[in-house]
């Protein structure tokens, strides 16, 4: 180790890549347009114009794809650039001329520009059988079939308010699916394999027990080797046990697959955050293209262009027409998975008399 | 090396969408590359990953900002028997000059699989795929860019924040500087996982909260004002040809303090919740008042173990000059308490509930507001203490 | 006997308010009313009460209906040594005669208190503080007068309804009549108790509950309808003078379902959540729809030991003509599966919290309807059955 | 035992208790007025007309007051009456002329008209210090002393909506005080009192440990003797244990005391049933006239009387307002027990940025 290995320095700070034209108007923006999809106009206090031309990315990015972005950059906003909570790039551009050019060079290169105002935006998503030992999915796959497929509300097709999608491959769900407008959801249905053999080298056993949220695993041994076992019942397939313990996997190329959650959201904007709930909950892996998945979404995305109003999220949608109206107006089949039967279950069951009928 | 067919991984080159395939496609030389496209076509084929459970693998003296990933069928694709992804702590709201970018783009070429995530779902930027011989390389590259590891593991994760004021006409507190005061000033809890479990930081300039962090980050700062909504008559006029000002605005209010008299929008602030939502459509006329500050909310997370959460309000409003001090107060006193009473794998939410808010507001030193809830208790098991006799 | 000092209990004399001392003090005459003055003096000047935990007493072949009750001090109160409640089920709507309920005081001067509770709070008529031996005699002369005991303890509890059709224009199916067949029905559940806990049934003849069945029963019968509200134009105008359309109806409407022009009102039926209040305010002019029926929900109860419930929906719509008989099923169903597995003292509300409302809904028989939720699951975790494995 | 001894015959059947006007309408009303408080006209399909004359009662009933009621039936309303849901009792008139005589002598019996409409009714309570062995407190005392003091609000004076006032001795709250405008609870803040001697005799131990909502007993030897503990700091004073087992006794002169809940319903008018809410956790029992819990009701009544819109029900009322406007409203303090720390705690924080500065 050399003596002047840096260490704990922390990020560079922003201020490094901030264009002159955000340095002089930080915190004195006075409003905004949106000139066309893709494209927001900020306009300071004192009259300074910023256009942002936002574009779409897999999210995966080679580091070609960077550079082209960086020549990108070069060519029309003076080098600066950034990305968005949501994996899309923007361009900061204050020559309004680069605006339509840049938009060509990006959509010529595959990039396409949209994701602003009411409609949809990029899919906040994780690694799925790309890098995660826990996926119960591909997420990459399933963004990419559904984009394709709803490509116009990114591009140019209105939706009557912002429908935020997310994906995540399993339960961990490290993206916003528990507060999406639509999500989906890896998940398993089988019981944990368990390697008998190997789990007391591999793992803890008191905190493989105690890691599971419903107490279905005990302590047992299993042809002479100190191991556990699962009450079947007791078991919801959260894969918690797994986290812990790789020798409990859940993965199974027949049972795992992905369910889909609606009406969730983070915002404050009318209605208070809420979480996704759960619309359809098992529909098969079907690499390449998920049709299933696809169509279901779809499916939802229209009922909702066609029965929202004018801003409304669709979680504000359902919880004006009821849930009921969801399941008829989506034909979507309510089962008894719809139904919590977890810890807080009881205070999702309708306790009034207030019904449509 | 020969390119592999992926017949299956084809299908998603077409389409407008941007594809992924396209990208690592594009990174092929790099021969992790091309041994990732084979495993993922297999996973396409097999309908299952291929991914182990990751060793511990770091550089010296971090305990987190690296994953460690290797496949479980090394022998068919040696080149990503080891592929760790490394965390580089994003600039705060992920601006970024061609210049550094390329800087970037030039190490991980050399040292890595030429595949990125731009970004993670915590808002790193994420190396995909590298081995454990080049971490050590890579991260003093890194360092001397000016980067640093963001985190993982048990630790304080990589805050991350809405763009604010940078370019946003609502942000009522300076959200890229706060996430740069903190990430700097947490920089060994960061690096170093101490915690029963992980814990986020996220920065939203205001109530829209574009950084998702009620959702998702365990202590949420959101942006919010006191005084009146400013707004400019006239300018509502502009608004006029595309917005309704009743169907729109005034209906849409979720407590109703909004008039439209046909020429004049008059507000009932005390009874605005700071919603966004009247001004998010009237953009040019109106605006958050100039009383502006910050609202602190904790406890957000993923399900696991006892079900997701929302963060909750902890504090409804602090001036947004006093917001970065508050947040140091806030996280230490809560570390305090929660970092030496969480169980193993404990998020702060999960904790609360188990010891019950009014025990930890006692011991965070906060006192009990009705802003902390939606309302008080209907069950009427209240644990009296016994200071309460007389 | 000499009457006893009261000095706080005359406290309680005065306002204008009627006292229940007054009325303890007007059954004086009773040695047990005397004696009930005298510990109740003692209870208000010590702060305490001096009643013991009951023994089992009741009538011969009967589980229910005694409440059994001695004081700790029977020293000084020996006239309420014992003081046993008895709970005479009461009329359906609580209607009488003049002539029946002199009779019922007749028995009750000769063999009890004098006191009564009219009437306890799950409907029945209390009597209030007789001896073990009197019992059998007075509910020998009880059943000769035409009335029978209520329930207590782990039996279906003595079912109450509003007065429904029988006074009131908004009853959406015979409330009494289902009560009192109901009663019929399960004599031997209200007066043999064989289930884990207490089972209480009861009938509101709309939804504005006049019974509170939906917090205080386990089966909840509130009538509602299907089709569209009747209005009445021309009579609108007689409310005129003291209701506002705006302020006082439509604006007032949980889902914003009606439109008054200012001359006509129209209602979205479709959107119409049958809450009752636009009937309530404009009673000479809307009444419910003609396709009337009931909604049946299932599960309220008190706080112990889980918390308060309210009753959640099992069945959203039942034809008027079925709801007797719709009750029956699902009692009966009900009763096989919670009697058979409930635990000792869980309600049903509880029961079905623990095994899981699909598994219990599939257990008596009913399909999940979304009417039966707020809004479906938000957290992942189901389990998925066996069967579903293709 | 004879053998014409009768069982199983239930309650009479109502039929034999109806005014004729009754039968002849019964299901065929068509509409009512309140022509006066305390006073409801019920008008048929034809015609017809039934007065009501509602008048409170103390619920506590001697069989002179019902003699007496009777007489006044068979004067004013051919023998007929009924008790209402809350205690109340009504005469059944037909000739319209015998309203205001029946009114005039039941005031001056003792027995005020009211209790319809907008404004107070009755209180739903339980039997207290009466007869009850797990009181915390008595119901008829503080019923009679509230009433008295709110008097105006049953009798003559109007409030914006229905206020029902319920109470309960004791956490087994028999009525309806989970679900009530304003709710009185009776509470006990003293650990049981175990009787070690003789708990092995009156009780089963395991069925005892067993009753614990919060496991807070455990089995445990004194003094030689089979009994049990209690953990203080998980004991919440819930009384179910002596529910269960007679020797532990949560009875105390000095540490029981009255809770003050607000803001519950049971009707689906315009808003759902809702649970009533803490307001206050603890008043000391000062009998005979309970002066601090009367003032605290009068004054949340009063607070709610002034803010409250025509209908609004007080919980509608603090939900249009906000929480912290009731407090601030009424200068009751929030303290920490208003936040709940039981099973569901955690769905009643405030989860959401939607807030008034
Ligand atoms: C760039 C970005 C912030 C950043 O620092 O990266 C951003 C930027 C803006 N947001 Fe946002 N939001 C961004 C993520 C979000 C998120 C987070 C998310 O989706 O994960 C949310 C919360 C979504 C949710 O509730 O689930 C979000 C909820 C909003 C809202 C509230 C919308 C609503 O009605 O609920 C507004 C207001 C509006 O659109 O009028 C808003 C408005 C805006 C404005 C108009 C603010 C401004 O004046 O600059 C910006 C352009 C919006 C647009 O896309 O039309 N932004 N915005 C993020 C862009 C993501 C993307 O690439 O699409
Ligand atoms: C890389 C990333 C997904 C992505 O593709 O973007 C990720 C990847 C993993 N997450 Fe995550 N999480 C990532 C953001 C999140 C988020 C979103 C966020 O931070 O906004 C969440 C939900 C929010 C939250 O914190 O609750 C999230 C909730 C989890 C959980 C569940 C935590 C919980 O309390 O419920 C786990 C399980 C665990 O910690 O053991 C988890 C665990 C993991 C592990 C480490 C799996 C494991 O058990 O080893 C994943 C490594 C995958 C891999 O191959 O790299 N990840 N994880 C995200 C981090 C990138 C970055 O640093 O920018
Ligand atoms: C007499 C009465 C109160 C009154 O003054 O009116 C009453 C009195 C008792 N109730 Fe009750 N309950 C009475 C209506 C209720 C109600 C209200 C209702 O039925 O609408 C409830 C709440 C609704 C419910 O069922 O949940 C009620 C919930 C309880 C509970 C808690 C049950 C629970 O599941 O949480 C207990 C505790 C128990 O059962 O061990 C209870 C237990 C008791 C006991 C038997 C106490 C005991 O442990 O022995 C009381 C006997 C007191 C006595 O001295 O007579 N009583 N009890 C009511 C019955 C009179 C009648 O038959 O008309
Ligand atoms: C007589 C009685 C039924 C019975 O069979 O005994 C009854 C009778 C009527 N109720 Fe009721 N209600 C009776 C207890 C209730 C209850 C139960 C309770 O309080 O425990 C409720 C639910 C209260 C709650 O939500 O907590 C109840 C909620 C209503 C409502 C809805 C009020 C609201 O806005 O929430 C109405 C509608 C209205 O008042 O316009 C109503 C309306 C009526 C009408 C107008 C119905 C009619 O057309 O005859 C009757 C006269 C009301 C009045 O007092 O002004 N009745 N009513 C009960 C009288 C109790 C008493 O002595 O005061
Ligand atoms: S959601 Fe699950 S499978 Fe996907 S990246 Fe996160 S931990 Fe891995
Ligand atoms: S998958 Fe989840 S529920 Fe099943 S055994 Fe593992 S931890 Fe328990
Ligand atoms: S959270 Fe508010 S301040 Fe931040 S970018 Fe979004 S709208 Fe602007
Ligand atoms: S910000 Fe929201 S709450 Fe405030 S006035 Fe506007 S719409 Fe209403
Ligand atoms: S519940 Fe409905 S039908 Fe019954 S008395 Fe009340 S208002 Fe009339
Ligand atoms: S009954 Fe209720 S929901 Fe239906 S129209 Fe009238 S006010 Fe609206
Ligand atoms: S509330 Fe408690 S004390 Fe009062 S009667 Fe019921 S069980 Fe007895
Ligand atoms: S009073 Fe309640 S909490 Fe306390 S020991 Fe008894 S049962 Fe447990």
Redesign the pocket.
């Known amino acids: 180790m050399c003596a002047d290995r840096k260490t704990d320095i922390g990020p560079p700070h922003h201020d490094k890549f901030l264009p002159p034209i955000i340095k002089n108007n930080y915190g004195k ?1 006075k ?2 347009e ?1 000139p066309q999809r893709g494209v ?1 106009l ?1 306009v300071g206090e004192k009259g300074d114009k910023l256009w ?1 031309v ?1 574009a779409a990315t897999a999210r995966i990015a080679s580091i070609e794809t960077i550079r082209l972005f960086a020549d990108i950059a070069d060519k029309f906003s003076d080098g600066y650039l ?7 790039v ?1 361009f900061l551009i204050t020559d309004e001329s680069k605006v339509k050019p840049c938009i060509q060079k990006l959509e010529a290169e595959g990039y396409p520009v949209g ?4 409609g949809l ?2 899919i ?1 998503h994780t690694q799925g059988w790309v890098h995660c030992h826990s996926a119960a999915t591909d997420a990459s796959g399933v963004v990419k079939a559904l984009m394709d497929d709803l490509f116009p509300y990114y591009h140019d097709k209105e939706l009557p ?2 429908v ?1 999608i ?1 994906f995540a491959c399993c339960l961990n769900m490290c993206g ?1 699916v528990h ?3 639509i999500a989906l959801l890896g998940v398993h249905r089988r019981l944990p394999a368990i390697k008998h053999d190997i789990i007391a080298k591999q793992c803890e056993i008191p905190s493989t027990v105690a890691a599971c949220p419903t107490g279905a695993i005990r302590p047992k041994t299993v042809d002479g080797h100190q191991s556990v076992e699962v009450i079947e019942e007791q078991c919801m397939y959260c894969a918690n046990c797994f986290t812990v313990c790789p020798a409990m996997t859940l993965n199974d190329p027949e049972m795992d697959g992905l369910s889909i959650w609606v009406g ?8 208070e ?1 809420m979480f996704s709930k759960l619309a359809i909950p098992y529909i098969p892996n079907e690499p390449p293209r998920w049709p299933t998945a696809v169509k279901a979404v779809r499916n939802i995305v229209e009922t909702y262009a066609k029965g929202a109003r004018k ?1 409304e ?1 669709v979680g504000e949608w359902i919880e004006r027409i009821g849930w009921p109206a969801f399941f008829d107006q989506t034909g979507i089949e309510f089962t008894k998975y719809h139904i919590d039967d977890f810890t807080h279950a009881g205070e999702t069951f309708k306790r009034s008399a207030q019904l449509r009928h | 090396m020969t390119e592999r067919q992926t017949p299956l991984l084809d299908e998603l080159e077409k389409g407008p969408w941007p594809s992924f395939v396209k990208e690592i496609k594009k990174s092929r030389k790099n021969p992790m590359a091309e041994d990732l496209l084979g495993i993922l076509e297999r996973s396409y084929r097999e309908k299952i990953g291929h991914w182990k459970h990751g060793g511990i693998v770091g550089v010296m003296g971090y305990g987190g900002g690296v994953i460690g990933r290797y496949t479980d069928i090394p022998e068919d694709f040696p080149n990503v028997a080891h592929f760790h992804t490394i965390r580089v702590n994003q600039p705060a ?2 601006f970024y000059t061609s210049d550094v970018l390329r800087k970037i783009c030039d190490i991980w070429e050399r040292r890595g699989s030429n595949i990125t995530n731009m970004h993670g779902s915590t808002g790193d930027m994420v190396l995909l795929g590298t081995t454990t011989d080049q971490l050590e390389p890579i991260f003093s590259e890194l360092t001397e860019l000016g980067f640093d590891l963001g985190g993982s593991g048990s630790d304080l994760r990589t805050p991350s ?4 004021q940078a ?4 942000a009522c507190y300076d959200t890229m500087g706060a996430c740069y005061a903190i990430t700097q000033e947490y920089q060994d809890e960061l690096h170093r996982p101490a915690f029963p479990y992980k814990y986020k930081n996220k920065f939203a300039g205001c109530p ?5 962090s009620v ?1 998702r980050s365990d202590l949420s700062i959101i942006g919010t004002w006191k005084d009146s909504i400013q707004i400019d008559q006239a300018a509502i006029k502009a608004h006029h040809s595309d917005i309704n000002m009743v169907d729109d605005v005034t209906s849409r209010c979720p407590t109703g303090c909004m008039k439209w008299d046909g020429a004049k929008l008059s507000i009932d602030n005390a009874n605005c919740v700071k919603c ?2 009247c001004i ?2 009237l ?1 040019r006329a109106l605006a958050p008042g100039k009383e502006r500050g910050a609202t602190f909310l904790l406890g957000a997370k993923a399900p696991i173990v006892g079900g997701a959460l929302l963060a909750s309000v902890m504090v409804p409003f602090v001036p947004a000059d006093e917001v970065v001090d508050t947040i140091k107060e806030l996280n230490e006193a809560i570390w305090d308490d929660w970092g030496e009473n969480g169980k193993n794998r404990e998020r702060v939410g999960e904790y609360i509930q188990r010891i019950g808010m009014g025990n930890f507001l006692e011991r965070i030193g906060l006192a009990p507001v009705p802003q902390m809830v939606i309302h008080p208790r209907t069950n009427p098991y209240i644990f009296f203490e016994a200071s309460e006799e007389e």
Chains 1, 4 share one sequence.
């Open positions: 923006w409003y905004h949106t927001l900020h942002s936002r950034r990305w968005t909570s949501r994996n899309n923007e994701g602003t105002g009411n935006t990029n906040v308010g912002k935020r997310a916003a507060c999406s407008d969730g959201k983070v915002s404050n904007a009318r209605s955050p801003f999220r | 709201g992920w924040c809405c763009n604010g370019r946003c006409e609502w829209n909260d574009c950084v998702a959702a966004m939502h998010n459509v953009n």
